[in-house]
């Protein structure tokens, strides 16, 4: 059974720093594709970034670029999002994502709360 379990969220300042973290389980982690995507309330959920199998970047979003990173440790099944220079606006649940066979998975989310 695919599972994904998202740590990390929490409360940071503007201008500061957070990582957030999935675990994998249920699948060759090894083999897919990662996705990180965050919603807002009333909003619908917007791609971040991913990361192909091999740890190459396919996609960062506009808003993040310079500030994000994606990454994946295939060694332990977890795929990263290190988070600078925070935003206000970048407040958010986090969730990363994978598509098995056609279906997608989603974690519980992490809340990330960028505020002074």
């Known amino acids: 059974q695919v599972q994904l379990v998202e740590s990390g969220g929490g409360l940071v300042q503007p201008g500061g720093s957070l990582g957030v973290s999935c675990a994998a389980s249920g699948f060759t982690f090894s083999r897919y594709t990662m996705w990180w995507y965050r919603q807002v309330p009333g909003k619908e959920r917007d791609l971040v970034a991913g990361i192909t199998s091999a740890g190459g970047i396919i996609r960062i979003g506009d808003s993040v670029k310079g500030r994000f990173t994606i990454s994946r440790d295939n060694a332990r099944n977890t795929v990263f999002l290190q988070m600078n220079s925070l935003k206000p606006e970048d407040t958010a649940v986090y969730y990363c994502?994978?598509?098995?066979?056609?279906?997608?998975?989603w974690g519980q989310g992490t809340q990330v709360t960028v505020s002074s």
């Open positions: 994502n994978v598509r098995v066979t056609g279906q997608d998975y």
